[in-house]
């Protein structure tokens, strides 16, 4: 099945300054990477996705981009708010949708004012 | 749009009973639903996926006769915690697709608590 690593678990950055965290996935057959927000206690939110037919991907101040060779995959913040802090998961999936999706282990950002 | 409930938000059994978890889709139709379950500090674990009409499909070490799942309309899933113990208390959270394609639209999650 698939495995999905994340790191760094955990990531203080000051704010204004930029935040980068990085995954991996094993199955070449992935084509579907969403990244998620958590804030405590609540539901995951997608906050950014990219499909395996591009390379990189950018709303705001959020960009993705994605390595399909190397399975590599990252998640980048920009000028990083305070209410930036938070879990944010990667994840894998054939396709999404209708088909399961493996997550990461999550990176706890904190945003320091 | 693509709105998933889940009810209760907080439940506190006792070890021994039974809890159901309820999933609902309230603004489309999800043919597939994805239980999973988070505990503290950690990622979330999928635990089965279920199709409507069909038997849930569970991942690798989750006991189906523990945790029942039924999927029986378009818009509601639940998930039956039987026999609950202390190590099953956990945060429970459903995702529903049928929406847009790709995406998987989770519900605010279940804190269960077993005493």
């Known amino acids: 099945g698939e495995n999905v690593e994340q790191h760094p678990s955990t990531l203080s950055v000051q704010e204004g300054d930029s935040a980068v965290i990085k995954c991996t996935y094993s199955d070449s057959a992935s084509n579907y990477f969403p990244w998620y927000k958590q804030e405590l206690g609540k539901r995951p939110q997608l906050i950014i996705d990219?499909?395996?037919?591009?390379g990189e991907k950018k709303d705001q101040r959020i960009a993705v981009t994605l390595n399909k060779t190397a399975k590599h995959f990252s998640l980048h913040i920009t000028e990083t708010q305070p209410e930036d802090s938070a879990v944010y998961f990667c994840a894998a999936s054939p396709s999404g949708g209708y088909q399961k999706v493996t997550f990461g282990i999550g990176t706890k950002l904190q945003v320091i004012p | 749009g693509a709105v998933v409930s889940q009810h209760p938000s907080r439940v506190i059994c006792k070890s021994g009973t039974s809890v159901k978890i309820e999933c609902r889709s309230l603004d489309f139709q999800a043919t597939t639903m994805f239980w999973y379950r988070q505990f503290p500090k950690q990622s979330l674990m999928l635990m089965a996926t279920s199709n409507e009409g069909s038997k849930a499909t569970y991942e690798q070490g989750v006991e189906k006769d523990k945790f029942l799942i039924n999927h029986a309309s378009l818009t509601l899933s639940t998930l039956t915690v039987t026999s609950a113990h202390p190590e099953d208390s956990s945060f429970y959270i459903c995702s529903a697709s049928g929406g847009r394609p790709y995406e998987q639209y989770f519900g605010p999650g279940t804190r269960l608590t077993v005493t």
């Open positions: 990219i499909r395996s037919n591009v």
